[in-house]
């Protein structure tokens, strides 16, 4: 879990969530199974991007395609949760 911690960016997250969410209601024909590998791509950039490009390390890139998997993970907890009306299961 505290691996989460150190890779995951609030920011990158954000960003991926709404390029993802951007793909699929803006780009209807596009597959849903390339979301996912697109998001990863554009985490990797963007964290790429905050750091300034001064250093491709692998923690960078690893921080950039977990934050843009975390987006992908998020919108589906979101919208199993609005499928559910709200409801929490035990």
Same mark, same amino acid.
């Given at each position: 879990?505290? @691996?989460?911690?150190?890779?995951?960016?609030?920011?990158?997250?954000?960003?991926?969530?709404?390029?993802?969410?951007?793909?699929?209601?803006?780009?209807?024909?596009?597959?849903?199974? @390339?979301?996912?590998?697109?998001?990863?791509?554009?985490? @990797?950039?963007?964290?790429?991007?905050?750091? &300034?490009?001064?250093?491709?390390?692998?923690?960078?890139?690893?921080?950039?395609?977990?934050?843009?998997?975390?987006?992908?993970?998020?919108? &589906?907890?979101f919208k199993q949760w609005i499928d559910s009306g709200g409801k929490v299961e035990q």
């Amino acid at each position: 879990m505290e @691996i989460l911690n150190t890779f995951v960016n609030p920011v990158i997250v954000c960003f991926c969530l709404v390029v993802g969410y951007a793909i699929k209601h803006l780009l209807p024909k596009v597959s849903n199974r @390339i979301i996912p590998t697109v998001v990863v791509i554009v985490g @990797i950039v963007v964290a790429l991007w905050i750091n &300034q490009w001064a250093v491709i390390t692998p923690d960078i890139i690893l921080s950039g395609a977990l934050s843009g998997l975390a987006s992908t993970g998020l919108h &589906q907890l979101f919208k199993q949760w609005i499928d559910s009306g709200g409801k929490v299961e035990q």
